[in-house]
């Protein structure tokens, strides 16, 4: 079963909008990172916010964390259409070690 | 460029055959972790080694098996191939045994069972 649920499944914008997910996870976490996949292939990792953080930020990503509400939002600023990819957000797996717990993804398109 | 190398790209076999992936991380890389990602899904966890040893498993039956090498490289074993064992399979490397270690993944092997 997926910890994590991105909303929503699939988003469509123009470049140099802003595109705006969220996470939402089911258990108690250590920390939260969210990833990045262009077309099927390997994950690229994006920014990692640990449970006593509140907003981190990496170059036009602006990542929030609420864990009373369990949730978490990935902003990207004026989008790019090398943007296009689907995201990931990932917690740490209760009972199995180290492993990254992934929500099912929000494909998102940048139109030029 | 993660450093990390999966091979082959793309497979092709027949239901109850056994199939092995191959994995290369970075140098120094001493976890390797396994994921299976079905179409449309996020990755789901199979298995996790460190320093050859098995350190973590998700919910996968005992014919999804794993070997860690001392020169980096590791496998991932399926027997009995099923249908719902179509899937893209990931493969990433970390430093070592922590969760805040940047996971870097490898490009994916696309496996087809007919």
């Known amino acids: 079963s997926q910890q994590g649920e991105e909303d929503p499944q699939a988003l469509s914008i123009q470049e140099g909008e802003n595109a705006t997910m969220n996470c939402s996870y089911k258990?108690?976490?250590?920390?939260l990172q969210w990833y990045r996949q262009n077309s099927g292939r390997g994950l690229v990792h994006l920014i990692l916010?640990?449970?006593?953080?509140r907003e981190k930020h990496s170059g036009r990503l602006r990542v929030t964390l609420d864990t009373s509400k369990k949730s978490s939002s990935l902003l990207i600023t004026a989008s790019r259409a090398a943007d296009t990819a689907s995201y990931f957000c990932?917690?740490?797996?209760?009972?199995?070690?180290?492993?990254?717990?992934f929500g099912k993804g929000t494909s998102l398109l940048v139109t030029p | 460029e993660t450093g990390v190398t999966q091979s082959p790209t793309h497979l092709i076999k027949t239901r109850g055959q056994q199939v092995t992936l191959r994995c290369s991380s970075q140098?120094?890389?001493?976890?390797v972790s396994w994921y299976q990602q079905a179409l449309g899904q996020g990755p789901q966890f199979i298995f996790q080694?460190?320093?050859?040893?098995?350190?973590g498993r998700g919910n996968f039956p005992p014919r999804f098996s794993g070997l860690q090498f001392p020169n980096y490289s590791s496998e991932l074993n399926v027997n009995a191939l099923e249908l719902d064992d179509s899937a893209l399979y990931l493969c990433?490397?970390?430093?070592?045994?922590?969760?805040?270690?940047?996971?870097?993944f490898g490009p994916g092997t696309r496996l087809t069972v007919l």
């Open positions: 990932a917690t740490d797996a209760p009972n199995s070690g180290y492993a990254l717990n």
């Open positions: 080694y460190y320093r050859e040893e098995e350190n």
């Open positions: 990433a490397s970390s430093r070592d045994m922590v969760f805040t270690d940047t996971q870097y």
């Open positions: 140098s120094g890389h001493n976890t």
């Open positions: 916010i640990r449970s006593n953080e």
């Open positions: 258990t108690s976490i250590n920390n």
